[in-house]
């Protein structure tokens, strides 16, 4: 199999899991962009893994958002969540706006204490 290619590999062999991880995520990712939701027990056959492995798979990659879509274990399916575009450009705004106030508030302050202001 591929991963006992890296294994035998000297200067792949440390990064191994590393990379068979990410390509679990790319799959998994690829996989659940083409639908709103999935049972698990078709994405496991998808995959050939049990439900099992894949449940306790996903749950490593979903809190860190490597993968946008929660787990109805009750259900047996998966939802993505994709998130939406509008919502992180504002966030991204906000983001540089503070950081841009920030600075001007740090200038002032600069300017202030030079006696820049102070014109006689």
Do not use: W
Not at 27 to 40: G, M, N, V
């Amino acid at each position: 199999t591929n991963d006992q290619i890296l294994l035998n590999d000297k200067y792949l062999a440390a990064h191994s899991s590393y990379y068979i991880r990410e390509l679990r995520v790319r799959a998994y990712a690829q996989l659940l962009e083409s639908y709103k939701s999935l049972s698990l027990k078709s994405m496991a056959d998808q995959f050939k893994v049990s439900i099992d492995f894949l449940d306790k798979d996903l749950c490593k990659f979903i809190p860190n958002k490597k993968l946008n879509c929660v787990i109805d274990r009750v259900n047996g399916i998966i939802e993505t969540n994709r998130p939406d575009n509008k919502n992180s450009q504002y966030q991204l705004l906000i983001k540089n706006g503070d950081s841009l106030l920030t600075k001007l508030q740090k200038y002032g302050a600069a300017v202030r204490l030079s006696g820049a202001e102070r014109v006689n």
